[in-house]
């Protein structure tokens, strides 16, 4: 059983930066693709950002160019630096690990606890 803890979240004024970090348990950590999701109030749970077990990413369009994922398999982590937050990033995040099925990116394990960003003047 995989076991994700997300942290890093907080409170942060409009522009400014976080960066969360995930830490995943077990042993096969390298080969799995891995991706941060946000979840709004009210609002369908969505993939932001992955990073596939070769280093490709991709980052839904409201996130593109503002947030950066990464990760080390050495540490069983992967991160996501988030710069020029808005209002509109404030959420809960979670890290989980994805696999393609039927065309739609789908979680792989069951969720952690995420870790709230808030994004407020």
């Known amino acids: 059983q995989v076991q994700l803890v997300e942290s890093g979240g907080g409170l942060v004024r409009p522009g400014g930066s976080l960066r969360l970090s995930c830490a995943a348990s077990?042993?096969?950590?390298?080969?799995?693709?891995m991706g941060w999701y946000r979840q709004a109030p009210g609002k369908q749970r969505e993939l932001v950002a992955s990073i596939t077990n070769g280093g490709t990413t991709d980052y839904a369009d409201s996130v593109k160019g503002r947030f950066t994922i990464s990760r080390d398999n050495a540490k069983n982590t992967v991160s996501l630096q988030m710069n020029s937050l808005n209002p509109e990033d404030t959420a809960v995040y979670y890290c989980n690990a994805v696999q393609k099925t039927g065309g739609i990116w789908r979680p792989r394990f069951n969720w952690g606890q995420g870790t709230q960003v808030t994004v407020s003047s």
């Open positions: 077990g042993s096969i950590f390298r080969i799995y693709d």
